[in-house]
């Protein structure tokens, strides 16, 4: 009857979903896989954040003895929240991390494993990486007053879940790796390096976890005294240079007045580069560049230092996934979560919200596949235009992410799917069951 022959169709139509999911059950299982180990490196990392506590306990006790002891600290008020900035004139105290051959070898590749390492060890590939470039040497930097820097830094990147001294490491490293493996120093001078390296280090110093846009939104002090201006980017700079303007902690001691404000200006430009919201603009200025780049010319260098950086702020899916960011894999970067984090609040005040970063709106595959091949790719392709040897070690694992998260997607949509069947097969059963027992009777 044509009451039967419906429900078979329905019935084949269920099957046909169910063959098409059982097609993908073989990368489920590999997803699951994946996201097993992961969320182990998650576990063991809410073991370190115990452990970064107790250093910071530490560090609070060593300058609460040294205040009683001779009276020696040099305090500096902060901008936000009357945070102190404390500085010490003997020699910092963290314990010296000693880098092997293969670990100074390893930290010169996109590939290193970022995720391994304690503060103590961060600061002192910090420190290797100064030494290695010859910055210290170039530029008769004191080793104490390196070390202290550094410290200072470190001190100063709250302990928020993303913007955090291990991000500043990432950002670092991977601008540390860019500067080897394209030879920069053959290209650049010592000081574009220097500034190169510290911008990355301070990019986000003092980072208070929610973004320009909350800011801007929600009428923050930052956003009011920075005119909603990057008032992040601009924020990050002021806190550098504070730190900076202590002798203590001046790396650029050595330099003139003139080499000085030079320094600082071509930091200051490198870290307002880094908000998202100029992407566009500094892409395009670059693309105009690149074909007829210069070298010699200062305007095409200090557009290269922008994108340089730029790439290096968001270059997580460039290293392996084994050695990757563990929220990767749960379908959103650490800073698209700043982004949804963000928004949350905003949504609690009751602020606009933009769809894009909106959680009910933004499915974790898709954001990712948008981001990957509307900002990453082209970014890095462009950069290779110059640099021919970054493909196979940053671009090609940027396309095969972009591959991993469409896969993902389509076991989002192929379940979907399966899910819609499944509710439209059990509302024409109960259709028909009712419509049968109404000829029934």
Partial sequence: TDKEELFQNVLTQVAEQFSRAFKINELKTEVTNRLTMLEK???????????????????????EEMASRNNRLVMCHFLDDNKMLTLRRDVPSYPKYHLSQETMEALRKPTFNVWQWEPNEMLSCLEHMYHDLDLVRDFNMNPVTLKRWLLCIHDNYRMNPFHNFRHCFCVTQMMYSMICLCGLQETFNQVDILVLMTAAVCHDLDHPGYNNTYQINARTDLAVRYNDISPLENHHCAVAFQILSQPDCNILSTFDPESFQHIRQGIITLILATDMARHGEILDSFRHKVDSFDFTDEEHVTCLKTMLIKCC?????????EVADPYRIHGFRQDRLLWLMSSDREKAEGLPVAPFMDREKVTKPTAQIGFIKFVLIPMFETVMKLFPQIEEVM????????????????IDDAMTEVKSYFSHAAQSSRKYSSAAKHLDN
Wanted: hydrophobic share 30%.
């Fill in 313 to 321: 702020d968001v270059s997580n899916e460039v290293r392996p996934m």
């Fill in 395 to 410: 671009v090609q694992p940027l396309r095969e992410s972009r591959d991993r998260y469409e896969e993902l997607k389509q």
């Fill in 41 to 63: 490196r998650v576990e063991l990392e809410g073991m370190k954040v115990v452990e970064i506590e107790k250093c910071r306990s530490d560090i609070k006790k060593l300058r």
